[in-house]
């Protein structure tokens, strides 16, 4: 089975790169993030695309802002379940269940600002309390998106690592060491323990991302019991179309 995850930064303005690169990376299921479309505006080239079922959590709490998609090749499921989980803002949250798994796609806030941080830090906070009921429950967990926390200074390249900036606070990282502690596994960073300059995200400053001046902040967090079935992860670093590249998970034993 094969996971993606990508923030796309509008899919209106990605639709043809969107298109093409599911053409040719035959993604099994597909997180979108940052759609900044509501569902009535997802191009119909996308809608009726064949081949896939897709699920919208469009940009209904403001126009052209946020909002998460998920696709869903046919015949992978049978008895699947949506969920947009209660404590979804701004709509940042999809969830799709299966017998034993649960995908959790978001968008997580980045935070600027006083309020929208306080957000930011709410929102990882009840995630986590989330997906620690999911385990709780024997379920497997995949969690993927963009995280908008560089978690390490590993995580992040030197030149953009200033004390202080948002996705770097103590507070924000310690969010993520408590989804570790309850029992997700970073996968990529245990995959690649030491590996420098691993980025998903540039900002848009000229030639950042030619120099690689990026942020590792797109991730996949899987439970335990998922670890070993891993056959790779990677960033699909070529595509270029949007600031963020997309996430790639292979994985055996996943039978929704």
Same mark, same amino acid.
């Given at each position: 089975m094969?996971?993606?995850?990508w923030?796309? &930064?509008?899919? %209106?303005?990605?639709?043809? !790169? ?9 993604? #099994? ?9 509501q ?7 996308? =809608? ?22 998920? @696709?869903?090749k046919?015949?992978?499921?049978g008895?699947?379940?949506?969920e947009?989980?209660?404590? #979804?803002?701004? &709509?940042?949250?999809?969830? *799709?269940?299966?017998?034993? @798994?649960?995908?959790?796609? /978001?968008?997580?806030?980045?935070? $600027?600002?006083?309020a929208?941080?306080?957000?930011k830090?709410?929102?990882l !906070? ?6 620690l ?10 969690? /993927?998106? $963009?995280? &908008?926390?560089?978690? /390490? +200074? *590993? ?5 953009? &690592? ?12 310690a969010?993520? +060491? ?10 990529? %960073?245990?995959?690649?323990? #030491?590996?420098? $300059?691993?980025? /998903? ?11 690689? @001046?990026?942020? %590792?902040?797109?991730?996949?967090? *899987?439970?335990?019991g998922?670890?070993?079935d891993?056959? $790779?992860?990677?960033?699909? !670093?070529?595509?270029k179309?949007? +600031?963020?590249?997309? =996430?790639? @998970?292979?994985?055996? !034993?996943?039978?929704?």
């Open positions: 094969r996971i993606a995850s923030n796309i &930064n509008g899919i %209106r303005a990605r639709r043809d !790169s969107l298109l093409g690169w599911i053409d040719r990376k035959k993604p #099994d299921i597909l997180v979108l993030e940052e759609l900044k479309a569902e009535k505006d997802i191009p119909e080239e996308i =809608v009726a695309m064949q081949g896939y079922k897709k699920y919208w959590n469009g940009s209904a709490f403001r126009k052209g802002y946020s909002g998460v998609g998920l @696709l869903l046919e015949g992978l499921c008895e699947c379940r949506l947009i989980p209660e404590f #979804d803002c701004e &709509n940042r949250t999809v969830v *799709l269940h299966g017998s034993n @798994l649960s995908v959790i796609g /978001t968008y997580v806030p980045r935070g $600027d600002g006083d929208h941080y306080a957000v830090l709410g929102y !906070s009840d995630l986590g309390t989330y997906i009921e999911l385990l709780r429950e024997g379920r497997q967990v995949i969690h /993927t998106g $963009d995280i &908008n926390v560089a978690h /390490t +200074d *590993l995580d992040v390249h030197h030149s953009q &690592n200033k004390p202080g900036i948002v996705g770097l606070r103590p507070e924000e990282r969010a993520i +060491d408590r989804h570790l502690e309850i029992g997700l596994h970073d996968i990529m %960073r245990e995959r690649f323990p #030491d590996k420098k $300059d691993m980025f /998903t995200w540039w900002p848009y400053w000229k030639g950042a991302r030619e120099r690689n @001046l990026g942020w %590792r902040i797109d991730c996949f967090y *899987l439970s335990k998922l670890i070993g891993v056959v $790779d992860v990677r960033i699909d !670093s070529a595509e179309s949007s +600031d963020h590249a997309p =996430v790639i @998970l292979d994985i055996r !034993s996943c039978a929704l």
